[in-house]
């Protein structure tokens, strides 16, 4: 026996699912038979056009196991050389330590502003509230013809 298990599309499914139980059966051992064991099928003449549609999947299918298997024993994917990758890392790393370093800088230097521009926009939204509530007071008086 060669492999486990076959790839079995949904197209597959969908083109087949519309013949005879027998004509499909038929059709399904020719997929295993082929997929699994590589045994070429015998198929009617009305099915082999069903079975020849769909053998360059089966086919690319094994093809790309094999390929995973021979891969597999080689040991996967070789390292990547470390000293050349450790130096760009150790760079990058630096700069963004950097970078974070002088963010923290400007923020420690603009707290004691802030707090300032807190307090004048405190002092701003006091005014223009007082403002609103003067106009609003101003206008009901005149809606109702109270003398200002």
Known sequence: MGKKGVVFLASYYEALKQLADNDRLQVYDAILSYGIEKIPPTLPQHLQGYFLLMKPNIDASNSRYEAAIVNGQKGG???????????????????????????KEKDSETDYEREGEFQEGADFNNRRNSAIKMLDEIERKQRWGVPT
């Open 77 to 103: 994917r070789p390292p990547k050389e470390p000293e050349q990758n450790q130096n760009i890392n150790q760079r990058e790393n630096q700069n963004i330590n950097q970078d974070k370093d002088k963010e």
